[in-house]
T-cell receptor, first 114, second 113 residues
Framework: AQTVTQSQPEMSVQEAETVTLSCTYD???????LFWYKQPPSRQMILVIR??????QNATENRFSVNFQKAAKSFSLKISDSQLGDAAMYFC???????????FGTGTSLTVIP | KAGVTQTPRYLIKTRGQQVTLSCSPI?????VSWYQQTPGQGLQFLFE???????NKGNFPGRFSGRQFSNSRSEMNVSTLELGDSALYLC????????????FGSGTQLSVL
């Protein structure tokens, strides 16, 4: 079964600085999808970024970018120019190529310090 | 376009009771997935429905069941509630294409006393 590991339960960053959240996963598949979701106190999960495993180019979305290392099964999220609104729980997720069954990590709680 | 709507937001039940949670997906979405979120465990996949058929199922006991109606709305039922069923239950919808992003609702917080 696929597993997703987030080894940093909590992280903090100064406003306007850069922070990197780590994620590793285990799979025997070659085709899959990776995601970072953000969950603010409102509880609603919001997609931050999506990566297709067959694409070597790292995905970027404005201040958010990933470092996808397929061989190492690593998928880290970099947040540049951190803002107070970035404070939330961040979840890394793995999506299979056989349906919409996602495997989530246990999350990293990000605090942004003014 | 309205987002994913889950009702109720909060629910308190006692052990042994049963509960039904409801999820209305985004208009046009045919896939609805359910997840259980508990502190320390993250999100655990329960099941996915696509066009009224269960397409995927996670490793939960048979007390957890679901269904999807012709208008894509979905319900999740938990019978014979246990204390360990206390959790945030999240519903997510999508058009159903593999690997596409999921749109989540705000969840139903279930407390079992």
């Amino acid at each position: 079964a696929q597993t997703v590991t987030q080894s940093q339960p909590e992280m903090s960053v100064q406003e306007a600085e850069t922070v990197t959240l780590s994620c590793t996963y285990d799979t025997s598949e070659s085709d899959y999808y990776l995601f970072w979701y953000k969950q603010p106190p409102s509880r609603q999960m919001i997609l931050v970024i999506r990566q297709e495993a067959y694409k070597q180019q790292n995905a970027t979305e404005n201040r958010f970018s990933v470092n996808f290392q397929k061989a190492a099964k690593s998928f880290s999220l970099k947040i540049s120019d951190s803002q107070l609104g970035d404070a939330a729980m961040y979840f890394c997720a793995y999506g299979t190529n056989t349906g919409n069954q996602f495997y989530f990590g246990t999350g990293t709680s990000l605090t942004v310090i003014p | 376009k309205a987002g994913v709507t889950q009702t109720p937001r909060y629910l308190i039940k006692t052990r042994g009771q049963q509960v039904t949670l409801s999820c209305s997906p985004i208009s046009g979405h045919r896939s609805v997935s359910w997840y259980q979120q508990t502190p320390g465990q993250g999100l655990q996949f329960l099941f996915e429905y696509f066009s009224e058929t269960q397409r995927n199922k996670g490793n939960f006991p048979g007390r957890f069941s679901g269904r999807q109606f012709s208008n894509s709305r979905s319900e999740m039922n938990v019978s014979t509630l246990e204390l360990g069923d206390s959790a945030l239950y999240l519903c997510a919808s999508s058009q159903g294409t593999v690997g596409e992003k999921l749109f989540f609702g705000s969840g139903t917080q279930l407390s079992v006393l």
